[in-house]
């Protein structure tokens, strides 16, 4: 599976048309389905731009691996000098980080089957397509 097909299949799972996705990045719906359709590359302008407007992971983008969200928390330190000895602001983000593990858990298998389904619907098409070459 190619980057650009990565791109479509995380386009999707987000309900975006082609212009809003491609308006999100910058493109019109006609240069975003350029790049969808392979006809031009993921630019490292747009990975960066897919980073940090939809999250995107970029080695899953690239290579197929991880999961398609980046999993950071960018420049956040939590140091409870900084923030006090809040008992409650604690067990608030204790909550919250499991909260966001469920989350991710859920997704990620959610992920799991919809690469599933795509791997089959494609050997399906290889299928048809090798007993129609016989033809």
Not at 4 to 17: E, G, M, S, Y
Not at 49 to 63: I, V
Not at 74 to 85: F, I, M, S, V
Request: hydrophobic letters at 35%.
């Amino acid at each position: 599976m190619t980057e650009n097909q990565r791109l479509k299949i995380f386009r999707k799972f987000l309900k975006a048309t082609q212009e809003d996705f491609g308006s999100s990045l910058g493109l019109t719906q006609a240069g975003y389905s350029d790049i969808e359709r392979g006809k031009n590359s993921v630019s490292g302008k747009i990975k960066i731009l897919l980073k940090r407007e939809h999250n995107l992971n970029l080695k899953w983008l690239e290579t197929g691996e991880g999961e398609m969200f980046a999993a950071t928390i960018e420049d956040y330190e939590l140091d409870a000098d900084k923030l006090g000895n809040d008992q409650v602001f604690f067990e608030r983000l204790q909550s919250e980080i499991e909260r966001l593990h469920s989350e991710i858990n859920r997704l990620t298998a959610e992920n799991t089957k919809y690469l599933e389904l795509v791997n089959a619907k494609n050997q399906i098409i290889e299928s048809l397509e090798a007993k129609s070459r016989k033809r």
